[in-house]
């Protein structure tokens, strides 16, 4: 079985040392990368730097990342693609440069998206149901790893409260600055900030617009681990490549499970509507059938895409 620390030995044939993920179009792998081709991006970067890994790079570091609306419908659109995608297991999403994960939303775009014409009318002034970068509000079926490589303000924020694991660089921040602006972080953050940090921390970090540093975060429970900003991606790259390694089925369930239990007040009522959702599929399934077999011969499973 992978662990994190061996699991590092394989994927570094797909990114180098220094954490650079090479250009995958002149790469040769041993392994499949997708059945449908990578969908065409303008403000993101679609990757995928190990076998059954999505990275998604946010690619609009000299405005630290904010996204105007078409980017944030953009990534709507990769994130469902990724979630249909039958050989991509983990997402990962980060920003480009040093300084920013996300700024959240371009504020001065947002400022003409009233008297434009040149947005879809249902685009113009609104999110897609999937949230801010097509991530905050997303239920999905994949888990997605935020490797946060600076400030994380506004969407970027309600972003990573709605990720699956946080790993953070220690320069990253993470804020909510809209009573400074008169807005509100309506694309997902209140319930979630309940969730995560509890009812007054969740109103110290909203009523305030409080900074919370990295150190801060991962005393609160919200990053798992600070790593150098140099390594983050890799790290990132390794975490999702051990999920990866797993049982595609147990990883969709098991996830579902843990996020009804994360949104439905009873626990007994969680488990039942997981069950009754998977239970039969993923015993039924071709997965379940193969990691028994591999754990009685002692082998590794040779895991097939999920058809839950």
């Given at each position: 079985?992978?662990?994190?620390?061996?699991?590092?030995?394989?994927?570094?044939?797909?990114?180098?040392?220094?954490?650079?993920?090479?250009?995958?179009?002149?790469?040769?792998?041993?392994?499949?990368?997708?059945?449908?081709?990578?969908?065409?991006?303008?403000?993101?970067?679609?990757?995928?730097?190990?076998?059954h890994v999505l990275l998604v790079t946010m690619n609009?570091?000299?405005?630290?990342?904010?996204?105007?609306?078409?980017?944030?419908?953009?990534?709507?659109?990769?994130?469902?693609?990724?979630?249909?995608?039958?050989?991509?297991?983990?997402?990962?999403?980060?920003?480009?440069?040093?300084?920013?994960?996300?700024?959240?939303?371009?504020?001065?775009?947002?400022?003409?998206?009233?008297?434009?014409?040149?947005?879809?009318?249902?685009?113009?002034?609104?999110?897609?149901?999937?949230?801010?970068?097509?991530?905050?509000?997303?239920?999905?079926?994949k888990p997605i790893i935020a490797a946060c490589n600076?400030?994380?303000?506004?969407?970027?924020?309600?972003?990573?409260?709605?990720?699956?694991?946080?790993?953070?660089?220690?320069?990253?921040?993470?804020?909510?600055?809209?009573?400074?602006?008169?807005?509100?972080?309506?694309?997902?953050?209140?319930?979630?900030?309940c969730r995560t940090f509890g009812l007054q921390r969740?109103?110290?970090?909203?009523?305030?617009?409080?900074?919370?540093?990295?150190?801060?975060?991962?005393?609160?429970?919200?990053?798992?681990?600070?790593?150098?900003?140099?390594?983050?991606?890799?790290?990132?790259?390794?975490?999702?490549?051990?999920?990866?390694?797993?049982?595609?089925?147990?990883?969709?369930?098991?996830?579902?499970?843990?996020?009804?239990?994360?949104?439905?007040?009873?626990?007994?009522?969680?488990?039942?509507?997981?069950?009754?959702?998977?239970?039969?599929?993923?015993?039924?399934?071709?997965?379940?059938?193969?990691?028994?077999?591999?754990?009685?011969?002692?082998?590794?499973?040779?895991?097939?895409?999920?058809?839950?």
């Open positions: 079985m992978l662990t994190l620390d061996t699991y590092s030995d394989q994927v570094t044939s797909y990114v180098s040392q220094d954490g650079a993920l090479p250009d995958t179009t002149d790469m040769a792998p041993s392994f499949k990368k997708t059945v449908t081709p990578l969908p065409a991006a303008t403000y993101v970067l679609v990757e995928i730097p190990a076998p609009l570091a000299a405005q630290m990342n904010a996204l105007p609306m078409k980017a944030v419908w953009e990534m709507d659109r990769i994130w469902r693609w990724f979630d249909n995608e039958p050989e991509l297991r983990v997402g990962i999403i980060t920003g480009a440069g040093t300084k920013a994960f996300s700024a959240g939303m371009d504020l001065k775009e947002r400022q003409k998206l009233g008297e434009t014409t040149d947005y879809p009318t249902n685009a113009r002034l609104n999110y897609p149901s999937t949230g801010f970068a097509g991530l905050s509000r997303r239920v999905g079926r600076g400030h994380a303000h506004g969407g970027g924020f309600e972003v990573v409260l709605n990720s699956d694991i946080v790993l953070a660089s220690p320069n990253a921040d993470f804020r909510l600055p809209d009573v400074l602006r008169g807005t509100a972080a309506l694309a997902g953050a209140f319930p979630r900030l969740a109103n110290l970090i909203a009523l305030t617009a409080y900074t919370l540093s990295a150190e801060e975060a991962q005393q609160w429970g919200l990053v798992q681990r600070i790593v150098p900003l140099g390594d983050l991606v890799l790290e990132a790259v390794r975490m999702a490549g051990l999920i990866a390694s797993m049982s595609p089925d147990s990883v969709i369930v098991s996830r579902a499970g843990i996020r009804e239990a994360w949104k439905t007040a009873s626990v007994e009522r969680a488990t039942q509507i997981t069950g009754d959702a998977y239970a039969d599929r993923l015993m039924g399934g071709e997965n379940v059938k193969e990691g028994l077999l591999a754990f009685g011969e002692k082998r590794e499973p040779r895991w097939v895409p999920s058809k839950l």
